[in-house]
């Protein structure tokens, strides 16, 4: 048994001082502040006590891609960040989640390697209906699926008719299906406008013109419109418009079993301020205007976006500026997972949002959405030990030497930051504690209680 005591631990419902009971790697019971005991005490004083911060979207590319970004690296830099639980993406690895044969490659590359606890999308492309119902059956927690070509090789988009032969199969599974909502025709249309225009790829005001608001709502209104059809759950990944919002809002007061989800690029970043050339603020959708970026902080707030989730999408430094400054050359993909948690609270700091919506937006949604919430997601008794000690009054200016990723490239390099992750417990474990990680990592696999 373990005592860990805070002044502040942060529950759904407010923060209070509290100590936590640990056994066998879960909260055991919840106490006073002066309770005492024979065990162990860790005095976590101040600082807030976190429930562990739960990332749904996250590009782990091993195998086949592992110098993009491997299983080490990026549960190393989740635990420095905050994160006690990652889901890993489908695709940029290689093969791609398609199948169990291929998951099973997945989950060999993970094994030894984690510093976190990591669970695993499924892919739904083109040819692969047959393949839904045994992912199911060996553990994925959802299906991911690309409405616009993902500009990769070995994972399909699917068009329509191929989304609406997968989506019966994905609702009898009860998983969900992750949507990345762009149609390729607004964009295809864009973009063939801007080149006959003869317009300078290294402008970012050209790139953000060949990925329009329309393409995200285009896409959001069809699966919309399936996710009726088949009642079939949906969450529709990386929000950037937030014109959008107003469908969404509305299909969710019909009842329809959809969620959303924004990163901390587009609630951080505004299009006025991207330098033309800076292909490390590429990513699809790409970051829009300021005053998007304020109205999708207000939905968040309203509860019209569910959560938060990085996007962790890491590729070799030579990728992201091949080019020299073309938006059109350079690969898109922002990796956050090490900094998500003080870009996020800076931000929300500034807006005076509490640290419980933090929890909410960061842990115990992202929870629900993979069907993890009955160990994860809460400090709360039963649940896994998992939690992070957080000083929100410290700053930090990013460093990209310091980043645990495996290429230390950023757009927030050199910014001033609020907030730093002190330690990170997995189930009862230290395993980040002020710049040490535990050896042999302590992560494990996870599935669906
Ligand atoms: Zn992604």
Known sequence: MVLVRSRRVVFPKGVEPATLEIRDGRIASIHPLDFAADAEVVDTGE????PGLIDAHVHI???????WEGF???????????????VDMPLNNLPATTTVENFRRKQNAARGELSV???????AVHDNTGDIQPLADAGVLGYKCFLVDPGIDGFTMVDRAQLEAAMPRIAKTGLVLLAHAELPGPIEQATAQLQAANCDWKRYSTYLASRPDQAEIDAIRLV??????????VHIVHLATAQALPDLHAARAEGLPITVETCPHYLHFCAEEIADGSTLHKCAP??????????LWQALISGDID???????????????????SFLEAWGGIASLQLALPIVWTEAAKRAIPITSIAHWMSEQPARLAGLDARKGRIQVGRDADFIVFDPDARQRVDPSVLEHRHAITPYAGEQLCGVVRTTFLRGDKVFDGGTFADPPKGAQCFRA
């Open 47 to 50: 600082n807030y006590l976190l």
């Open 61 to 67: 590319n091993d195998p086949g891609r592992a110098d």
């Open 72 to 86: 080490r690296t990026a549960t190393r830099a989740a635990a420095a960040g905050g994160y006690t639980t990652l």
């Open 117 to 123: 606890d990591v669970g695993f999308w499924g892919g």
């Open 224 to 233: 919309i419109q399936l996710s009726r059809k088949y009642d079939c759950r």
């Open 286 to 295: 790409p970051i829009r205007s300021r005053a998007n970026r304020e109205l």
């Open 307 to 325: 959560l938060i989730a990085t996007d962790h999408s890491p590729c070799p430094p030579e990728m992201k500026t091949r080019g020299g400054g």
